[in-house]
């Protein structure tokens, strides 16, 4: 890879990054004060779960297919993926989470020099999600599309890393363990996104969705998700 493909790759994935990926826990809020995890093992196991079963099978496929489209200029095959993510987000919490980081990502991208205005327009005008914005980005980065897709998926594992310290809560080495833990799982669930096709994407997560809408209505928390 170039250096500044690498570059590239490395501030999408980078907390900084303006999208307000640190306010959500995905869930995870939801999961502690139901009492479903309470220890590091917990939440280790608990982000493993969700990397292979929601995040591998759904966002990573979905970028997996976004990227060559974008890079086609194929709207007609983005909007089907944008219009997609939108229909499987199962909570109103879930589906403001990818539509306000999308719109962040996008006016991010106003203000870049990688991603051509037309582009970030046309998304702009379809209700953006934020897997689409991040497709759109990766894509003018001249990086592989496996690197594109281990991007994504270290930025999700730090941010919800430090959700694990917040919300637990852990201290900073056991949310470096936690993080090596993911690091070393998310090669894998990136190889097994690759190979699915629109068929075999899915996401169906019943137990999130359900600690979703119990999350609405928590008493007290932290997250917007």
Known sequence: MNPSS????MWLASPALPVGGFSYSECLEAAVDAGLVATEADASEWLLAQLHSSLA???????AQAVPAWQASDMVRIAQLNSWVLC????????????????????WLRNHTTAPPAQIQRLADLQPTYPLAFALAASSTGAALRDCLLTYAFGWAENMMQAAIKAVPLGQSAGQRILSALAADIPAAV?????????????????LAILSSQHEVQYSRLFRS
């Open 6 to 9: 690498l570059l590239q790759l």
């Open 57 to 63: 099978r759904a966002d990573l496929a979905l970028i």
């Open 191 to 207: 190889d097994h996104a690759l190979t699915l096709g629109d068929d075999e994407r899915q996401a169906f997560n019943p137990m």
């Open 88 to 107: 499987t987000r199962e909570s109103s919490e879930l589906r403001a989470q990818t539509e306000q980081m999308g719109r962040s990502l996008l006016e």
